[in-house]
Every structure is written in C-alpha cells, then in structure tokens.
T-cell receptor, first 114, second 112 residues
C-alpha cells in the first residue's frame, strides 16, 4: 500500500513565525503535491514537484515555498505565517507517466495561526 | 479555470439504501478518481478509472468512466454507518499532465 505521512497532525503557530510542514512517501513516486483545504473552497493546489530539486507553482503559491532535496520528501514552508494561512494542509504523491493523476494523500496537518 | 460539477452536494439516506453520485466536466478527461474523506483525515483513494466505459468495483462501491469521457458516477450499495463522509471526484484532463481537478464533494449522511 502507498503510504504518505505528514510530520504533524496539528500545529499551533504565532503570526510571523516560520513554519515547516514535512511530507514523506514510501512508494518511490516521482510527483509530490501540497494542497490546502478550506470549507467552501475545496482543495487548492499550492505547489507541486516532478522530481528532486524541481518545483512548480500551483494555483495559490503566494506566501509559501517548497523544498524537495530527496525524492521521498517534500517540504512546505510558510516564511512568515499569517492568520489567513490557518487551514488543513494535505500532501499527496503520484507515480510518473501513465498514472500521474492517481494521487495518494497523507492524513493532513491542521494548522492554526494565532 | 476548469471546474468539475459534482452532485448532489449532500445526501441524507437511510441505512441499507443504495447511493448514487456523479461528476461532470466540460472537457474530456483521461482519468477519473473517487476519494472518501472522513473528518480530520486526508482523502483516501477508493477507485481509479483510466478508460472510457470502464466499470470498476471496490467492495460495495462501483464507479464508471463515462463513454463521453466527460462524466463519472459512483454507486454505494446497501449503505452502512461507516460510509458517512465526504466523497470527492477528481479528474485529469487529456493533454494536461500537470494537475488534477477536484469536485467540491458530496457529503453523505446516514440516518439510523
């Protein structure tokens, strides 16, 4: 079975703090994704990565950055957390060509920024 | 941008009833996916479909990739309390290998 794990299930941070969200997948998938999920807005793509050291902006990249130094790990960074970044953050991974769209999700990190 | 229309938005059904929900798009898709999300958890992949007309089952769940490639449906037979949750469809447009598009979800409630 595909396993995607996220470093924290719940986080509470203060405005202005730098926040790191870590995601690890164990299926040797090429592609990894970060989404945020908010009531009424559904899933919105923040960033994704096709390969190590590669990153692509999604639909809402502002206020976020990412890092992919190893194939199995994809980190989301909030450089200076703000209250409007309070949300559920979901990481996903998918295999390469032919099954790109089949994304497997982690359990999510619920972030509260005070 | 492209949107998926998922319906219904919510359903209230009696335990034991069958459930049907669907998704439609305005463009052609080459992949349809169905996920279930429970409160406080990430979406879990239920069924993946890759060919027009494909009908796939996973236990009491059955999903089909529409012949037009612009729609998909998910059926749940003989619903039980643990079926409660939000069901999302998602799809990948043909010639768009960079992302998938999600529906807004169908929230399933089961009455005892």
């Amino acid at each position: 079975d595909v396993k995607v794990t996220q470093s924290s299930r719940y986080l509470v941070k203060r405005t202005g703090e730098k926040v790191f969200l870590e995601c690890v997948q164990d299926m040797d998938h090429e592609n990894m994704f970060w989404y945020r999920q908010d009531p009424g807005l559904g899933l919105r793509l923040i960033y994704f990565s096709y390969d190590v050291k590669m990153k692509e902006k999604g639909d809402i990249p502002e206020g976020y950055s990412v890092s992919r130094e190893k194939k199995e790990r994809f980190s989301l960074i909030l450089e200076s957390a703000s209250t409007n970044q309070t949300s559920m953050y979901l990481c996903a991974s998918s295999p390469g060509q032919g099954r790109f769209g089949t994304q497997y999700f982690g359990p999510g990190t619920r972030l509260l920024v005070l | 941008g492209q949107q998926l229309n998922q319906s219904p938005q919510s359903m209230f059904i009696q335990e034991g009833e069958d459930v049907s929900m669907n998704c439609t798009s305005s463009s052609i898709f080459n992949t349809w996916l169905w996920y279930k999300q429970e409160p406080g958890e990430g979406p879990v992949l239920l069924i993946a479909l890759y060919k027009a007309g494909e009908l796939t089952s996973n236990g009491r769940l059955t999903a089909q990739f529409g012949i037009t490639r612009k729609d998909s449906f998910l059926n749940i037979s003989a619903s039980i309390p643990s079926d409660v949750g939000i069901y999302f469809c998602a799809g990948q447009e043909t010639n768009r290998d960079d992302k998938i598009i999600f529906g807004k979800g169908t929230r399933l409630h089961i009455l005892p």
